[in-house]
């Protein structure tokens, strides 16, 4: 076995220096040297024959379950060598990928019922472990960094900013916020553009504290969630946004999402979808992130969302990449987690916060070292709805600073 692991890790990895220590006490190093040294150790034979055999799961799993340890460095480190190869995947997982892709249809079909089950088996999770490492106003999706000194408070206020600004928003326009998480951004929305909100979750946590920020901050008038499915939501909106909800949809179902949203949006309306996305075409979720994080989650390529999009009969009048934005929210929230981990523990249990670790970690190197982005992109129903330049962004965010300037009482229920 100690033959084996050499032979093949020692092939797959040649970036970095990563020296390893098999369960029989083999010590070996791989790499060209560079970088700062990882050094982690196989504490049992069955883990060891588990990552050759399946490592994009088995890595994971063997590290939750704590036969996979960090010995200098941290997990983050040792992900962040072992994501940073020439080829992403080693050559004996590729068979692996491929049953993966041809049956990824299956995994992604995501049905009323099974998106609910799904939604619940992530976001209903006692709502403490969230305040851990989010900001104060719980944005769990990408930050919008504008200045490398920002904090992650600051950087959701100005990702709330930046979509308001490309929404265009006039008081007492009719705003449908599809899975509108903790309430944040609905709430933003009602209090400093005067717009009328209906969020919509499935996720019954999300909901209950959502209705209870709204009435916590007198919006309850302007600001309503309901728990509901995009696809039962009834009536006409001015404006339409969607931040870190696409990625639940699932492909098959991707033209019956942007066709029930041209149904729901007027004729003179806008639309914000915000989604992690791949630069590098479509692919099938990690099966560990699709097993204990995710269950039905799809990262898509824009290359399967805009044919969607076209079938609906929407028109793209913007689209924003925002690369390593999303690496520098997932570092925030990685190293607020581990400066409160013995809380996580007391919440769960030492194997849940290798996972939540483990999570945090593979995810900010998937933006980091390889081909994950987040995109934002604007829609309309017709020509000339937004302007023809991207200077108003600039101008609206100007306008809505100010008003936040005047109206900034902190949130008490949202940070625990």
């Known amino acids: 076995m100690d033959r084996l692991l050499r032979y093949f890790l020692t092939k797959f990895i040649r970036r970095g220096t990563m020296t390893f220590t098999t369960a029989g006490g083999t010590t070996f190093t791989c790499g060209d040297g560079t970088g700062e040294p990882v050094s982690v150790r196989f504490l049992t034979a069955d883990a060891e024959r588990r990552v050759l055999l399946n490592p994009e799961l088995a890595l994971g799993e063997v590290y939750m379950e704590g036969t996979f340890v960090v010995e200098n460095g941290s997990i983050a480190d040792a992900l962040a060598i072992l994501m940073d190869q020439p080829e992403i995947l080693p050559p004996w997982a590729k068979v692996q990928w491929w049953l993966r892709y041809l049956v990824r249809h299956v995994s992604q079909f995501n049905p009323r019922s099974r998106a609910k089950d799904n939604v619940a088996r992530h976001y209903d999770l006692d709502g403490r472990l969230y305040s851990l490492f989010l900001d104060a106003d719980k944005q769990y999706s990408c930050a919008y960094f504008e200045s490398p000194d920002a904090t992650l408070d600051d950087a959701q206020l100005a990702k709330k900013r930046h979509l308001a600004a490309k929404l265009l928003i006039n008081r007492g326009d009719r705003v449908l916020d599809i899975g509108s998480g903790w309430g944040g951004l609905s709430l933003y929305l009602a209090e400093i553009t005067g717009a009328n909100v209906t969020g919509v979750t499935l996720s019954n946590e999300q909901f209950q504290v959502s209705n209870a920020r709204a009435a916590e901050k007198n919006l309850s008038r302007s600001a309503k969630f309901l728990l509901e499915d995009y696809r039962d939501v009834t009536g006409q909106f001015d404006r339409i946004v969607s931040v870190g909800m696409f990625e639940h949809v699932g492909v098959d179902f991707y033209e019956t999402y942007f066709r029930r949203c041209a149904e729901l949006l007027t004729e003179d309306g806008v639309m914000m ?144």
């Open 273 to 416: 979808l915000h989604s992690i996305g791949r630069s590098e075409g479509p692919d099938a979720t990690n099966p560990w992130i699709a097993k204990y994080i995710f269950p039905g989650g799809y990262i898509p390529a824009l290359s399967e969302v805009m044919p969607a999009i076209e079938r609906a009969g929407l028109l793209v009048c913007d689209v924003e990449i925002l690369r390593l934005h999303y690496a520098e929210t997932l570092k925030a929230w990685r190293e607020r987690f581990l400066a409160r981990r013995e809380e996580a523990v007391q919440l769960y249990d030492e194997r849940f916060a290798r996972m939540w670790e483990f999570y945090l970690a593979c995810s900010e190197m998937s933006f980091r070292k390889q081909n994950m982005m987040n995109f934002q992109v604007q829609l309309t129903k017709r020509q000339g709805v937004v302007p023809m330049t991207r200077d108003y962004i600039f101008r609206e965010e100007a306008k809505l600073r100010g008003i936040e300037r005047g109206q900034r009482p902190r949130l008490q229920i949202a940070g625990e």
